[in-house]
């Protein structure tokens, strides 16, 4: 705890409140530094949370026939439930021991990115998954535009530069489930190191032990903060949207050990992404002589998404 404390002291949100600039450049060290940031005083109602937490366990102590039922094959994993062993991380060997559920935006008929994002699927033997699940996802998106807020800020643009960017963006909230690590796993470990594909991920759950950060020497490091706070970290599409001045750093879930194998870990991140038809490309004061231009080949998001999909084993 030491450790996360001293690398990763909590950024309460209520300073956004108060003081934007002091929120932004706190947050912008810790993000330009290590790609996480640790966020105390989120606002996310703690019922909702708890909530959320009790409906994802009850999903998956489903039978499997009865969870399979919600794999969408074919789907890329984008909605619905993601069976056990199915994702393997970017040039991995090993695939990861989790299974998930993916919740996406809801959008009305007609709409315009309607052929970019598939329609939510809701299991019938939860009561009230609605409410609570897709209550939370909206919860998340609002929360996940106000952090964009304070990186728009320590980048030096407009507070509201990335509103419309992600306004009905691709959004995917995550329910992980880790099972019970028991016997040989084969050289598989919950999560193999890998970066987010998004724009920042918000995630809950990393207060229980497993979370590790990758640093700028290599080291791995826990990222373990105190109960009840938010952790953050920059996606592979904003760090190529600042040239890698903002990184999106390799992390993973290590497997437990001593008791804890015989326990189950859960979490939810929610991975916030650009709207499918924004065009990615280098920031201003994001390249110089100092930085050259890494990307100079603007790329549509839905086309990155679905490109670093197949590299994951979620898409054909």
């Not at 998106?141 to 407009?158: N, P, S």
């Not at 903002?246 to 991140?269: C, E, F, W």
């Amino acid at each position: 705890m030491t450790d996360t404390l001293s690398r990763f002291p909590p950024v309460s949100m209520s300073l956004q409140a108060s003081d934007k600039a002091r929120f932004a450049k706190e947050l912008g060290r810790s993000f330009r530094e290590y790609g996480f940031a640790a966020i105390a005083d989120h606002g996310l109602d703690e019922a909702l949370i708890a909530d959320a937490y009790k409906k994802a366990a009850a999903f998956f102590a489903l039978p499997e026939a009865t969870k399979m039922k919600y794999f969408i094959e074919g789907g890329g994993g984008a909605r619905g439930y993601t069976p056990f062993g199915k994702e393997i991380a970017k040039d991995a060997k090993h695939v990861d021991l989790k299974e998930f559920w993916h919740v996406g935006r809801d959008l009305p008929d007609g709409h315009r990115y309607a052929e970019d994002m598939a329609p939510n699927v809701v299991p019938e033997e939860i009561d009230g998954w609605l409410e609570t699940v897709h209550g939370l996802y909206q919860a998340f998106d609002e929360l996940g535009v106000k952090i964009l807020r304070a990186i728009a800020l320590d980048l030096g643009l407009e507070e509201t530069f990335f509103d419309d960017k992600v306004k009905d963006g691709n959004s995917v909230m995550r329910l992980l489930h880790y099972p019970p690590v028991q016997g040989d796993p084969g050289g598989s470990i919950r999560a193999e190191a890998h970066g987010d594909i998004n724009t920042i991920t918000l995630l809950l759950g990393a207060e229980e032990p497993g979370l590790q950060v990758k640093t700028r020497d290599g080291e791995w490091i826990d990222m373990n903060p105190p109960p009840g706070c938010l952790v953050v970290n920059m996606g592979d599409m904003l760090a190529r949207s600042t040239n890698d001045v903002l990184p999106s750093t390799q992390h993973r879930v290590i497997n437990p050990k001593g008791a804890r194998t015989d326990h189950s870990r859960y979490s939810m991140p929610f991975f916030l992404h650009y709207r499918p038809d924004y065009m990615i490309e280098t920031l201003p004061g994001c390249a110089g002589p100092d930085n050259p231009d890494k990307y100079p080949e603007p790329m549509r998001a839905n086309d990155y998404l679905n490109q670093r999909l197949r590299e994951i084993g979620l898409l054909k």
